[in-house]
C-alpha cells in the first residue's frame, strides 16, 4: 500500500509538471485528489489492515494528498502568470504610433449662414426671437395688415390646418407677436430665423419648407435710411466689402413704403452675367417701413413710433453666398455636397 501510494505521488508530481494549460492542470487534480480518485480508493482499502498499520499508512496518504496539492497550487500559480505575461506581450500599445486622423462633422451650410447673420444682428444690439411653425391666420395675416380675401394673400399660397391654422408662410408673425409683447412700449429691435412653408413645386430655386431671417426695428424716429444703412453693413459683412445695395419700389401689405433689396453682382462687377440676369443686381429680400396699422394693431401709437422690417430667405442668401446653383442640395444631404462647407469659415 505504502508503495503504491508513492508511486502515486511520482505519477501525480510528473503530470503535474508535465501540464502546459491550466485546463490540464485541474484534470490533473480531479484524477489524483477527486472522490473518485486512486488516494480514496487506497484509503478504503485500509479496513485490511492491521490497527498497526493503519495510521502509518493513514498519515502517509495525508503527506501525499498534500505534497500533490501544494505542487497544483505552485504549478498554478505559474500558469497564471504565464497568461498574464502572455497578454501583456501581445496587447502592447505603441504610443509613438501616430494616431488615426477623427472624421470631423461640420456645420450644415444653412446652420453657417443662419449663425453668421445673428451674429452680425446681436453685435448691432439686436436679440434673437423665435415663434411657432404651426401658426394661427391672424399672426400670420391679420395683423400683418392682410385681413381674410385680401388679394395679396396669395402671394403666399398657404398650407392650411383648419381654417384659421395654418404653417407659417413667413417669419413676419414673430414680429407682431413680438410687438404684442412689449405692450406699447418701443424699442423693439429682433431678428427672427425659422422654418416657413409655402405650397411651391420644388424646383431648382423654389422648395415647400425654406428658412428666412426676418427683422424689425420699432423706436421712435426711424427712418427709411435707418434700414437702408443696416442691410448695407449686412450686405457688406456677408457678401463683402466690396458689395453696394440698391433700393427698388415694392409691394408689401405690412409695410408702407415697400422696396425690394438688391445687391451688386459680384461675379461680372456690375457689368452684367447669367447669374445676375445681365442686370448687375442680384435681389436678396425684402423691406420696408412698418405700416401704420400693424403698429397700430400691436399696441404702438403709430404717431410715436415708427420702425422698419426686412425678410430674407435663408437658402437664397447661402446659394448666392457660395455659389450654390440647386436649393435642393441643401435637403438631400448628401456629404459630397455637405464636405465642401468644411473649410468655409463664416
Ligand atoms: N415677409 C415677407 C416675405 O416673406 C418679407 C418681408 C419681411 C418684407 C418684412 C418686408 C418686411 O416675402
Same mark, same amino acid.
Given at each position: 500500500?505504502?508503495?503504491?501510494?508513492?508511486?502515486?505521488?511520482?505519477?501525480?508530481?510528473?503530470?503535474?509538471?508535465?501540464?502546459?494549460?491550466?485546463?490540464?492542470?485541474?484534470?490533473?487534480?480531479?484524477?489524483?485528489l477527486?472522490?473518485k480518485?486512486?488516494?480514496?480508493?487506497?484509503?478504503?482499502?485500509?479496513?485490511?489492515?492491521?490497527a498497526?498499520?493503519?495510521?502509518?499508512?493513514?498519515?502517509?496518504?495525508?503527506?501525499?494528498?498534500?505534497?500533490?496539492?501544494?505542487?497544483?497550487?505552485?504549478?498554478?500559480?505559474?500558469?497564471?502568470?504565464?497568461?498574464?505575461n502572455?497578454?501583456?506581450?501581445?496587447?502592447?500599445?505603441?504610443?509613438?504610433?501616430?494616431?488615426?486622423?477623427?472624421?470631423?462633422?461640420?456645420?450644415?451650410?444653412?446652420?453657417?449662414?443662419v449663425?453668421?447673420?445673428e451674429?452680425?444682428?446681436?453685435?448691432?444690439?439686436?436679440?434673437?426671437?423665435? !415663434?411657432?411653425e &404651426?401658426?394661427?391666420?391672424?399672426?400670420?395675416? #391679420?395683423? +400683418?395688415?392682410?385681413?381674410?380675401? @385680401? *388679394?395679396?394673400?396669395?402671394?403666399?399660397?398657404?398650407?392650411?390646418?383648419?381654417?384659421?391654422?395654418?404653417?407659417?408662410?413667413?417669419?413676419?408673425?414673430?414680429?407682431?407677436?413680438?410687438?404684442?409683447?412689449?405692450?406699447?412700449?418701443?424699442?423693439?429691435?429682433?431678428?427672427?430665423?425659422?422654418?416657413?412653408?409655402?405650397?411651391?413645386n420644388?424646383?431648382?430655386?423654389?422648395?415647400?419648407?425654406?428658412?428666412?431671417?426676418?427683422?424689425?426695428?420699432?423706436?421712435?424716429?426711424?427712418?427709411?435710411?435707418d434700414?437702408?444703412?443696416?442691410?448695407?453693413?449686412?450686405?457688406k459683412?456677408?457678401?463683402g466689402?466690396?458689395?453696394?445695395?440698391?433700393?427698388?419700389?415694392?409691394f408689401?401689405?405690412?409695410?408702407?413704403?415697400?422696396?425690394?433689396?438688391?445687391?451688386?453682382?459680384?461675379?461680372?462687377?456690375?457689368? !452684367?452675367?447669367? &447669374?445676375?440676369?445681365?442686370?448687375?443686381?442680384? #435681389?436678396v +429680400?425684402?423691406?420696408?417701413?412698418? @405700416? *401704420?396699422?400693424?403698429?397700430?394693431?400691436?399696441?404702438?401709437?403709430?404717431?410715436k413710433?415708427?420702425?422698419?422690417?426686412?425678410?430674407?430667405g435663408?437658402?437664397?442668401?447661402?446659394?448666392?453666398?457660395?455659389?450654390?446653383?440647386?436649393?435642393?442640395?441643401?435637403?438631400?444631404?448628401?456629404?459630397?455636397?455637405?464636405?465642401?462647407?468644411?473649410?468655409?469659415?463664416?
Amino acid at each position: 500500500m505504502q508503495e503504491r501510494l508513492l508511486e502515486l505521488q511520482e505519477e501525480a508530481l510528473q503530470k503535474v509538471t508535465a501540464a502546459s494549460e491550466l485546463k490540464e492542470l485541474n484534470e490533473v487534480r480531479v484524477a489524483y485528489l477527486g472522490k473518485k480518485g486512486p488516494i480514496t480508493e487506497v484509503l478504503r482499502g485500509m479496513g485490511k489492515l492491521s490497527a498497526e498499520e493503519r495510521p502509518k499508512i493513514g498519515a502517509l496518504a495525508n503527506e501525499v494528498r498534500e505534497a500533490i496539492a501544494t505542487e497544483i497550487e505552485q504549478k498554478q500559480k505559474a500558469l497564471e502568470t504565464a497568461a498574464v505575461n502572455a497578454k501583456l506581450a501581445t496587447e502592447t500599445i505603441d504610443v509613438t504610433l501616430p494616431g488615426r486622423p477623427v472624421n470631423k462633422g461640420n456645420l450644415h451650410p444653412l446652420t453657417r449662414v443662419v449663425e453668421e447673420i445673428e451674429d452680425l444682428f446681436i453685435g448691432m444690439g439686436y436679440t434673437v426671437a423665435e !415663434g411657432p411653425e &404651426v401658426e394661427s391666420d391672424y399672426y400670420n395675416f #391679420e395683423a +400683418l395688415n392682410l385681413p381674410k380675401s @385680401h *388679394p395679396a394673400r396669395d402671394m403666399q399660397d398657404s398650407f392650411y390646418i383648419t381654417e384659421e391654422i395654418l404653417m407659417r408662410t413667413h417669419t413676419s408673425p414673430v414680429q407682431a407677436r413680438t410687438m404684442k409683447k412689449h405692450k406699447g412700449q418701443g424699442p423693439v429691435k429682433i431678428i427672427c430665423p425659422g422654418k416657413v412653408y409655402r405650397r411651391d413645386n420644388d424646383d431648382a430655386t423654389h422648395s415647400h419648407q425654406f428658412q428666412q431671417i426676418e427683422g424689425l426695428v420699432i423706436d421712435e424716429n426711424i427712418s427709411m435710411s435707418d434700414l437702408k444703412g443696416t442691410l448695407d453693413v449686412f450686405a457688406k459683412k456677408v457678401f463683402g466689402q466690396d458689395r453696394e445695395i440698391r433700393l427698388r419700389p415694392s409691394f408689401f401689405p405690412f409695410t408702407e413704403p415697400s422696396v425690394e433689396v438688391d445687391i451688386s453682382c459680384k461675379i461680372c462687377g456690375g457689368k !452684367g452675367c447669367s &447669374v445676375c440676369k445681365q442686370t448687375g443686381w442680384i #435681389e436678396v +429680400l425684402g423691406a420696408g417701413i412698418v @405700416h *401704420p396699422n400693424v403698429l397700430e394693431m400691436a399696441g404702438f401709437d403709430s404717431k410715436k413710433y415708427s420702425g422698419f422690417a426686412f425678410g430674407m430667405g435663408v437658402e437664397r442668401i447661402a446659394m448666392l453666398k457660395y455659389g450654390v446653383d440647386d436649393i435642393r442640395h441643401f435637403y438631400t444631404n448628401d456629404v459630397r455636397f455637405l464636405k465642401q462647407f468644411n473649410h468655409h469659415e463664416a
